[in-house]
């Protein structure tokens, strides 16, 4: 359960709830006795994977004037977007690439659907326009190596802005121990131990918004589609220590014993960021009215990186294991463990998708979208199947 996401799309943050398969060993040997007790060395192995997933799709009406979908980087001049509607039924759209592309569209009159895409020497250009008998809409989209928007301005009903947010993460660590182990009444068993720790957690975070403009009939085709997706890379790794213990008590008439274990970590975390947008253009059909297959074209933006620091992190576990001995040497044992993690790096934006009356766009126009990180806490629940052997 990873902390919460705001993915600066009309206030929705995606959950952190993931699932996924974790692989581990732990490979231990008696190197001496200290009194009654056994000294231990002992190397802990893991490695978690998963996926967490959101999705929402946002559909305007005529109420609404205008939208704006900002790339985390925004179109060089001389890119710009003027979108017009000089009258009650129409409507034009001009589209300027940083390579000097252009893309335009006009309309007049009842039931109007037109649409034209440019390639640009940096990416693509966009225009599209709609008329009805007292309506208008107008639309623009640039897709470029250094950045991307797309406005809706005018009657946009029936705009929809479907939005997925898909979070990978691998969660991989190593203890290296030294502990004492020993049997206080001759039948419970006690193990204590410390050492060095590692961990490394790699957050990889897609939100992909994709614009569907509405079509006025009776056309029987569509609108090429804008979408803008926003990838961000989050690694961490953490460098500390872990103490803990375990106690086993064993009824042997059953062949069972009961495992309890508690942990403890203080780590130091190192975090770095990396992000970068695609922007693309497909489907639907061009022309005036739509009539030809709109091309397939995406481009990725600026590379953006970040240190993030070093922060303090503190770790906490608890488990519960019912061990079934299959044989003098064997064991199959099935538990469930609760974990939790701070320090853990976190995103947050705004402004990827803005409502109001900015029908016009150029360069240092408007308001930015804005990037923030933070710290907050991981937890990592599940149930554990383990297979054991002595040797």
């Given amino acids: 359960m990873l902390p919460g996401f705001n993915t600066g799309v009309l206030g929705h943050v995606a959950s952190g709830n993931g699932l996924g398969l974790s692989l581990g060993g732990t490979f231990g040997a008696r190197v001496g ?4 007790w ?11 994977s998963g996926t967490a997933r959101s999705s929402w799709t946002d559909t305007f009406t005529s109420a609404d004037s205008a939208v704006v979908v900002r790339g985390t980087s925004t179109p060089s001049a001389p890119a710009s977007i003027d ?44 225009s599209d326009v709609n008329t009805g008998a007292a309506s208008a809409a107008a639309f623009g989209g640039i897709g470029s190596s250094s950045g991307g928007i797309f406005i809706a301005s005018g009657n946009i ?12 993460f691998i969660y991989w660590g190593a203890d290296f121990t030294v502990g004492l182990q020993g049997s206080p009444d001759g039948q419970t068993v006690v193990q204590i131990y410390s050492g060095p720790s590692i961990r490394r957690l790699t957050q990889g975070v897609v939100t992909s918004v994709n614009v569907n403009i509405p079509e006025l009939q009776p056309s029987v085709l569509t609108h090429p589609e804008y979408r803008l997706s926003i990838a961000d890379d989050l690694v961490s790794n953490f460098l500390g220590g872990v103490a803990g213990g375990n106690i086993s008590i064993p009824l042997p008439d059953a062949g069972i014993i009961f495992t309890l274990g508690a942990e403890g970590g203080v780590y130091a975390v190192m975090s770095s960021w990396t992000g970068h947008d695609t922007y693309s253009t497909c489907c639907g059909a061009v022309g005036t009215p739509l009539a030809t297959p709109s091309p397939n074209l995406s481009v ?37 463990n609760l974990e939790y993690l701070s320090g853990v790096p976190t995103i947050s934006r705004t402004g990827v998708v803005q409502t109001g009356q900015a029908e016009d766009w150029a360069p240092g126009t408007g308001t930015p979208v804005a990037t923030t990180f933070g710290t907050a806490g991981m937890i990592n629940y599940g149930i554990n199947f383990t297979f054991s052997a002595r040797f």
Avoid: C, H
């Fill in 157 to 168: 009903d029936g705009l929809a802005l479907t939005t997925d947010v898909t979070r990978n």
């Fill in 83 to 126: 979108l017009n509607r000089p009258a009650a039924n129409s409507a034009n759209s001009t589209v300027t690439g940083p390579g000097g592309a252009i893309a335009t569209t006009t309309a007049t009159g009842a039931t109007n659907n037109v649409a034209a895409v440019s390639p640009d020497g940096t990416g693509f250009v966009m």
């Fill in 38 to 48: 056994d000294v231990l060395v002992g190397v802990s192995v893991f490695g978690t």
């Fill in 300 to 336: 990725s933006g600026p590379l953006n990186t970040a240190n993030l620091g070093t922060n303090v992190g503190f770790s906490a576990k608890g488990s519960a294991t019912v061990t079934y001995l299959l044989s003098e040497t064997t064991a199959l044992s099935v538990g469930g």
């Fill in 33 to 36: 006795a200290m009194d009654n």
